[in-house]
């Protein structure tokens, strides 16, 4: 890793979307696999992401489909997560330069809460997945992680770092992430859906670690 520059303006606050940006696949389609139901979850997903279907609904239909799988499946798709190429050498970097990292999913706690812990990061949302006797219920506890609840959650992360929102960047790829990247100071697409693409400060197609080339990491006090 290149060594920062003279001067690097103040620090900023990443937030990080998780499925397909942090993570190569959607924790979702990991846990239909064990429900075999990852082709009809996998058909909801896309369309959703594409900002064809609206999110809650397709959560909740997508949701119902792992009734009755055994809470320890949880465990099972932790194993399968892959990061993203180049999430490990971003994660370091912002570590050096001590800009706070915050992840915020519309997939689950029960595994984003393990995969943050695992990677250092104590700032994260995402959905609940109600579990009985031991089995998933097919139903979604507590708010719905959407749009607008990303958009909510970087707007707290910020404040409670004490940072502007203007030096604030929103990393993800799919309709679920259009208000946090509104929101925040600086929105980049990450091997994204068109309709993210196309409301981004910036698309970035490749390693994770490629943003770093981008303006607001390469900023310096005084340019």
């Given at each position: ?6 001067g690097?303006?103040?620090?900023r ?6 499925d ?6 959607e ?21 959703a ?5 609206d ?18 499946v ?27 990292v915050?992840?915020v ?26 579990v ?5 219920t ?34 993800g790829d ?21 309709v ?5 400060d ?6 994770l670690d ?8 390469r ?5």
């Open positions: 890793m290149n060594p920062l520059p003279r690097l303006a103040e620090r606050l990443v937030v990080l979307d998780v397909s940006t942090l993570i190569t696949s924790v979702i389609e990991l846990l239909a696999a064990h429900a075999g139901s990852r082709h009809e979850v996998a058909d909801i997903t896309a369309r992401m594409g900002g064809e279907l999110f809650a609904a397709s959560l909740h239909a997508r949701v119902a489909t792992l009734a009755g799988l055994p809470a320890s949880f465990a099972d798709v932790l194993g399968e997560v892959r990061l993203t190429p180049g999430a490990t050498e971003l994660l370091a970097e912002l570590a050096a330069r001590g800009w706070p915050a992840l999913s519309g997939g689950f706690l029960e595994v984003v809460g393990p995969l943050a812990a695992r990677l250092g990061i104590t700032r994260y949302r995402a959905n609940g997945l109600e009985a006797r031991g089995a998933l097919g139903r979604v506890r507590g708010p719905i992680v959407d749009r607008a609840a990303k958009a909510k959650a970087l707007r707290s992360f910020a404040a409670d770092d004490e940072i502007p929102l203007e030096r604030t960047i929103a990393i799919g309709a679920n992430d259009l208000d946090m990247l509104t929101v925040a100071g600086y929105g980049i697409a990450f091997n994204a859906k068109p993210l693409a196309g409301r981004a910036a698309v970035v197609h490749g390693r490629d943003v770093l080339a981008l303006e607001p990491f900023a310096t006090s005084g340019a």
